[in-house]
Each structure stands twice: as C-alpha cells, then as structure tokens.
C-alpha cells in the first residue's frame, strides 16, 4: 500500500531537519569567523610646536607601521622623516627601512632613532623652544615611545619604552606628548609644519 501524501511530507521534513539545522549553524558560523573586526577611525594627534613653516606629511606605505625617526638635526630638529616596517603575513614586524623624503631644511647632522625589533612607535614627547627676541618656536628635540607587537592579536602592549633624546640640547621653554590613544593603530605616518627647521611635529596611528 502507498503511504499517504502527509505522511510521505512529515518524512521529508524529518529527514531534512538536521540538514536545514547543520546548514543554518554553519552560515552562522562562517559569517562570524570570516568578518574581521571593524576598523577604527584614524586618529591624528594635536600638532606640537611652533605655528610657522609649511604643512607636511609623512607616510608609511600600506600594511606599513611607523618604528622610528630619522632626520638632521644640531641646535634644533632640522628635518625629520619616518622609519617604518611591514607587517608580515603571519603578524610580525618584519624589518625597518626609511620611508619617503626629510621634511625641512639641509643643515644639522644625521640622525636616527629606532624601536627595538618587534616594538612599534605609540607616542613621542617633543621639546620647542622660542629664539630670543624672535616670534619663533621650533621643535630642538624629542625622543619616541615604542611597545611591543603582539603578532596573534595584532596589537602593541606592555609598557611604553622611551628611547634616548634626539638632540642633547636643552634650552627649557615647552614639552608636550602625543600618543595614539587605540593599542589597535600605532604609528603609520606623522604630519606637521617645517621651513628651516622642523617647526611642529604630530603624529597619525591607524591599523596596518
């Protein structure tokens, strides 16, 4: 005897539940794993320093992140450039290498200042000082900040690590602190004002 119509339906509809069931959790799953976590917005800084020169920006290229300065300097920061490395596929720092052109002026002497291997830049402290009898006010030194790069969660922790002083100079006046504020988006690029030298400095963090 052939079963009954209904019948033959609630046996389909039995058989194909824990597929249905299997497919649904699935689609659930996979969306979940496969989205990644949103980016955040890019955070610039306050710009440090002096109100003269002319507007500057410095990038790291893509899936780049900031390690160091480099620059010239003597009396005061003459020009300042970036230092940067990529983020491997697995995570990690690879190797720094300088990135694009020194924004400022020829004189000063060569320097260089530069996170530990697997450290990122987060912050930087800077000092300014005004020329006597001059509106003037030019950065003449600053030292970075670095924390370590976790490669599984692609965020830098720990505690911040100051490297030395960019200059030795020390003529008082001002000092302020710029940081990226999200252990998510250290460093990728610095912006600022120079002319003859480097008359503020600030920095933007951003994921790689």
Known sequence: MKP??????RTSLAASWPSRLALSACTLLCTAVATPAQDLPQQETIVFGGSGGTAFRRDCPAHYVG??????ADKFVDAVGLLCAPILS?????????????SGGGGGKVYSTQCSPGYVMVAAELFASQITFTP????????IGCRA??????TSGGSTSWLAEITNNNPGS???????TSNRQPVV????????????LGLICNEP
């Open 4 to 9: 009954l119509a209904s019948e033959t339906m």
């Open 67 to 72: 390690t160091g300065l480099r620059g010239r």
């Open 90 to 102: 697995d995570g990690s720092v690879g190797p720094t290498t300088t990135s694009g052109t020194l």
């Open 136 to 143: 003037s006010q030019w950065i003449y030194s600053g030292r």
């Open 149 to 154: 790069w976790n490669k599984a969660t692609r």
């Open 174 to 180: 001002f000092n302020g602190s710029v940081s990226c």
């Open 189 to 200: 690029a610095i912006r600022g004002r120079s002319g003859t030298y480097v008359d503020a």
